[in-house]
């Protein structure tokens, strides 16, 4: 009882020592977890409201709400290091359990990270409890606060990154409807997560963004990027279009590595020489990444079109990681063979690792290293 009195103290650090050692003993009752939202509502310590932050982790899950509300109100801390993310650790076993709170608690948050990571647990389970993303999607379609839009979309996007499919959630269609007059931000998230849902209206708009060359190049590349991901069938007579496009060759050379054609080999080849030194090394990357590709980067290099010395150790194991014999054979008559590091050199490496210090380092002859190399 005494230590509740102690919550309304002047000094900060009496009440934030008031609620670590209410909170110490194990999880605590309704009752004190009711005074800590009080106490949450009304306080203008930052520090205290951290200690309050870690107090969540000791309330029984269901009860956690009452505080979590109090504490996600307070704006100033969205930029703070560690508050965000204590919050975030306290309700996080809560949001499975009561999507329905979780999302009016994302509503009313004003802290940016907390709305993100609640609509990417809720998301994450898509395929589990289908009726918490409807309910996300619906929390969105109703909020007039585009601050709030924008983050609870890059969690969905968060959660559905390297989904190639998910079940489109009933009130999609209408959400992505009432965003057509949307800022751009909140159009390209509901973009890409509309790619992942099948909607082939996201597709195409994402098809004639990375087209057209009067729109940012960032843009671009991003709705490019989206594309790749999705690994969509129809894609490569585009990626073959925007070859030529200097702006995009980066994209467009890493996208080919996803399609087995055979055409592309001759496409990267040719262009070789025109590449600059970036494009050239997502080439190799791109040539080394299937046994069809590999056989034409390598019959380059021995042609000489391709210096030998452009294959890295890395390109090399990725081709013998293939597992065919005659691609192999072929790549030690053009580049060399292939070998595993011994049980000794890896002891050296490990020794050398731990021994090798930033300490070390710091006191170390420049001038000797130099001359040694």
């Known amino acids: 009882a005494w230590l ?10 009496v009440r934030l020592w008031a609620v670590r050692l209410l909170t110490d003993a194990g999880l605590v009752t309704p009752e004190i977890a009711a005074k800590l939202a009080e106490l949450a509502d009304r306080e203008i310590s930052s520090l205290t409201r951290l200690y309050l932050a870690c107090a969540l982790q000791r ?6 709400w009452a505080l979590a509300r109090q504490l996600v109100k307070h704006a100033e801390d969205s930029a703070d290091r560690a508050l ?8 996080e076993p809560a949001v499975p359990v009561d999507p329905e709170q979780a999302v009016a608690l994302a509503q009313r948050s004003r802290i940016s990270l907390v709305r993100r990571h609640i609509s990417r647990r809720l998301t994450s389970r898509i395929e589990t409890d289908p009726a918490a993303v409807e309910r996300l ?12 839009r924008l983050d609870l979309l890059e969690g969905m996007n968060d959660a559905l990154r390297g989904w190639r499919k998910a ?14 007059n949307s800022s751009k931000p909140l159009r390209d998230a509901a973009r890409r997560i509309g790619v992942v849902f099948g909607d082939g209206r996201a597709v195409d708009e994402l098809k004639a963004i990375a087209a057209d060359a009067a729109t940012d190049t960032e843009s671009r590349r991003g709705a490019l990027r989206t594309l790749i991901d999705d690994r969509s069938p129809d894609l490569l007579p585009l990626l073959k279009q925007l070859l030529a496009d200097a702006a995009m060759v980066n994209e467009v050379v890493r996208g080919f590595a996803a399609f087995d054609d055979p055409d592309v080999p001759g496409l990267l080849l040719g262009r070789f ?11 190799i990357d791109t040539l080394a990444s299937r046994p069809s590709y590999a056989r034409a980067l390598l019959a380059a290099v021995d042609a000489g079109r391709i210096e030998r010395s452009a294959l890295t150790a890395f390109h090399a194991r990725q081709i013998s990681a293939f597992n065919d014999d005659a691609l192999t054979a072929e790549l030690e008559r053009v580049w060399g063979s292939v070998r595993e590091t011994s049980d000794d050199r890896r002891k050296l490496i490990a020794e050398l690792r731990s021994s090798i210090s930033a300490e070390v380092l710091a006191s170390a002859d420049l001038v000797a290293g130099r001359r040694l190399f």
């Not at 999607?137 to 709030?148: H, N, P, Q, T």
């Not at 079940?167 to 057509?180: D, G, N, R």
Request: charged fraction near 15%.
């Open 4 to 13: 509740c009195e102690q919550l309304n103290h002047p000094g900060e650090h």
């Open 59 to 64: 309330v029984p899950v269901g009860d956690r």
């Open 84 to 91: 965000p993310l204590m919050i975030w650790y306290g309700i």
């Open 137 to 148: 999607v619906l929390a969105i379609g109703a909020s007039r606060d585009a601050e709030i």
């Open 167 to 180: 079940p489109a959630p009933p009130s999609w269609s209408a959400l992505i409807v009432s965003l057509e």
């Open 273 to 283: 020489p025109n590449f600059d030194p970036k494009a050239q090394g997502v080439t």
